[in-house]
């Protein structure tokens, strides 16, 4: 069932995925409105069926506590990265997920190589960090404002015009280093178009409770549209590897978003496929040894073992 599962996971996701060595051009190659054969009638099931897989593999993802899942998600302004961390995860236990947005680096941070910031919050083993925003924005907002090269106190010789090829090159070799310990690597672009964005951005002013995510920045922003198509293209060109591929989601439908996300994410766990520890003989003795005793306590007329009373099932599986 598991693998007929990853099947078909794999059969949706794979026009998404961004091929290793491939050179990008978002207008060209993805549509933000791509919804393959899929209907909104059936978002709620599939999405519920994304989750309950998710649910299951983080336990065991927990359980085995060998391997962690780091999910990068990045999107232009409004491309529902939010929404879709609510959604996607709404399934999983809290405790083994932890969520890490990045704003404009701290006087700390600053003190330190550009990758720092990030590298602190990668996940522990047997977790999954998500990454709202990413290291990315240092070869996207860092590139369309060059300005911020300049609170980031780089010596002259490391501001050359190879500069982004050079970061490129960082980031990849650093996520290789974190696969090749046991991270799994997930990146997720939200593909918005420019009219859906517009469409979000007049809904936050029109409604009043909506006004708060709504901020001048977001106008400044968007006159750079082409300037951060251009440097998102460029970045899915030179950063889609075997070891950390790129997925370029349709966010223009939520629904669509939502599933694409879960079911990209539950496809990667599914790969890993953790299990729940075994235990050695030496523990099974104890176990029976306790089982014994709690058998025992059991009150009159009460089950020796109530669970195994409602799950017959339970007694095959000793």
Known sequence: MADKRAKRLEKFIRP????????????????????GDLRKRDSAELLQTGVSLLAEYQARLAAQNTHGVLLC????????????????????????VHVSSFKVPSAEELD??????????????????????????EV????????????????????????????YREINDWERHL????????????????????TRFMKRLDLPEKNWK?????????????DYREAFSEMLSATSTAWAPWYVVPADRKWFARIGAAAILARTL???????????????????????????QAPVGAAADPYAAGHPE?????
């Open 73 to 96: 998600l990045q999107a232009i302004d409004a491309g529902g990265k939010d929404g879709t961390i609510r959604h996607v995860m709404s399934g999983v236990n809290p405790q083994g």
């Open 214 to 226: 709504f901020s001048a920045a977001d106008i400044r922003e968007r006159r750079r549209w082409d």
């Open 112 to 137: 330190h190589d550009y990758l720092w910031r990030y590298a602190c919050r990668v996940p522990a083993r047997g977790e999954i960090g998500i990454f709202n925003r990413s290291h990315y924005e």
């Open 16 to 35: 998404l995925r961004v091929e290793p060595g491939s050179e990008v051009d978002l207008e060209r190659d993805f549509d933000p409105r791509y919804r």
């Open 270 to 296: 599914m790969t890993i496929d953790p299990q729940y520890p075994t235990v050695d003989e030496r523990a099974r003795k104890e176990l029976r040894a306790a089982r014994r005793e709690l058998e025992k």
């Open 314 to 318: 339970s007694r095959r599986r000793r």
């Open 179 to 198: 696969t090749d310990n046991g991270f799994a690597v997930v990146k997720i672009f939200l593909n918005l178009s420019q009219e859906e964005q517009r």
């Open 140 to 167: 996207l907002v860092v590139r369309v404002h060059p300005e911020n090269l300049d609170r980031q106190r780089l010596p002259p010789e490391s501001r050359g015009p190879g500069i982004w090829e050079r970061r």
